[in-house]
T-cell receptor, first 114, second 110 residues
């Protein structure tokens, strides 16, 4: 039981390059989330998927796209990277139902755009 | 505006000195409030979920409480290994939106 896994762990991109961050969970959770974390700004929601087949914008969606490939996988794509997208990206999955809920995070991807 | 505010931003305590961290929120349709611990270079680690005013949960030296406007994370007789950033977040509305506070950096001196 690996929980939430993310790849890659580190990445350096040049401005204008594209890349996809991968996230997978093995807890059979319905909801998955992508956040970015910047110093002094806490975690900000980029996109989320409340269930397989649905995605919605969060607080800071500009410059990103997502795909909920199946119940396990939720990917985040940067089509044309910009220095402002230098950040640590976290994926999370949430179990919500039956009167309760818990959210678990992956280890993060540290992205630098030069 | 939907908002989550944590205070203080940083807190330094002596080992054994109990204290509380605050998380206040202004959202409509609260479904749950989460507390996390985050160590440097790692993802947030889930601690508690609270659902309704008056609810309390405990884990080791930590106790979380919830009112209609805020939540407190009480730390009793902390140890140096409790040093971390503590984050709170609220899940609200029927669309599963989550907002995080900016965190409290807790440092416990031996």
């Amino acid at each position: 039981n690996a929980g939430v896994t993310q790849t890659p762990k580190f990445q350096v991109l040049k401005t204008g390059q594209s890349m996809t961050l991968q996230c997978a969970q093995d807890m059979n959770h319905n909801s998955m989330y992508w956040y970015r974390q910047d110093p002094g700004m806490g975690l900000r929601l980029i996109y989320y998927s409340a269930s397989e087949g649905t995605t919605d914008k969060g607080e800071v969606p500009n410059g990103y796209n997502v795909s909920r490939l199946n119940k396990r996988e939720f990917s985040l794509r940067l089509e044309s990277a910009a220095p402002s997208q230098t950040s640590v990206y976290f994926c999370a999955s949430t179990r919500w139902g039956g009167g309760g809920g818990e959210q678990y995070f992956g280890p993060g991807t540290r992205l630098t755009v030069t | 505006e939907d908002q989550v505010t944590q205070s203080p931003e940083a807190l330094r305590l002596q080992e054994g000195e109990s204290s509380s961290l605050n998380c206040s929120y202004t959202v409509s349709g609260l479904r749950g409030l989460f507390w996390y611990r985050q160590d440097p270079g790692k993802g947030p680690e889930f601690l508690f979920t609270l659902y309704s005013a008056g609810e309390e949960k405990e884990k080791e030296r930590l106790k979380a409480t919830l009112t209609k406007k805020e939540s407190f994370l009480h730390i009793t007789a902390p140890k140096p290994e409790d040093s971390a950033t503590y984050l709170c977040a609220v899940l609200y509305s029927s669309a599963s939106k989550i907002i995080f506070g900016s965190g409290t950096r807790l440092s416990i001196r031996p």
